[in-house]
């Protein structure tokens, strides 16, 4: 019978840690750039506290498990590959943000740098699949179990998990290690994605990896 529930072979399995980068995921990133301190408080602070207390944890001990069980570490980031921004999708143009190629706001977090021999793809359009040759990557990788996480929930997690789904991937979702603005959009996002894909949350994942190494 077909299913999605599938426990990861770690063999043919990836992780995908999607925008968690300093132009986003911090305080200081390009992204807030322009908010007074008041405003940001009020539309970003309580996501930035869930951030740093709980998702950015999850992600951290998810990929020391993978690491673990040698599953395939990698991570995309919004950067273009041009300083002015030329090549971003349209969607990217009219949502009027740039990432310019080489910046800071560019890099992933320091607490989630990938490691030395660590795949990082940037991107220029809401999904990994679409801007980026991830697919070709993983099919040489012979993957064919992704698991997903990141920024935002609602927007370029499930533009990724979409995509891979379509692709002919098996999908996993860790709920708890990925992070939109609202625990409203959170919830709709997590309910309405379900359908593609396997849910889990991270102590879930991390007890799968650890019977997969017995």
Do not use: H
């Not at 992204?31 to 930035?48: H, P, V």
């Not at 090549?87 to 740098?113: E, H, Q």
């Amino acid at each position: 019978m077909l299913t999605r529930d599938v426990p990861l072979d770690p063999t043919a399995s990836a992780l995908i840690y999607i925008d968690v980068q300093n132009f986003s995921a911090r305080r200081d990133g390009g992204e807030f750039k322009n908010l007074s301190a008041e405003e940001f408080a009020t539309r970003y602070g309580a996501f930035f506290d869930t951030f740093e207390a709980e998702t950015l944890p999850n992600m951290q001990r998810l990929r020391d498990a993978a690491r673990t069980a040698g599953i395939e570490v990698m991570y995309t980031t919004i950067e273009s590959l041009t300083k002015d921004g030329r090549d971003r999708s349209l969607d990217y143009k009219i949502t009027g943000f740039n990432v310019p190629k080489g910046s800071w706001d560019g890099r992933p977090l320091d607490a989630l740098a990938p490691g030395d021999d660590e795949i990082w793809l940037p991107k220029s359009s809401s999904s990994v699949f679409v801007s980026t040759n991830i697919d070709y990557v993983l099919r040489c990788l012979g993957v064919r179990q992704v698991v997903i996480m990141g920024l935002l929930t609602d927007q370029c997690v499930e533009g990724a998990v979409r995509d891979a789904c379509d692709l002919g991937y098996l999908v996993t979702q860790v709920t708890d290690a990925c992070l939109t603005y609202t625990p409203e959009r959170q919830a709709a996002s997590i309910n309405a994605i379900k359908g593609y894909c396997r849910q889990m949350t991270t102590d879930e994942l991390i007890d799968e990896l650890k019977g997969a190494a017995k």
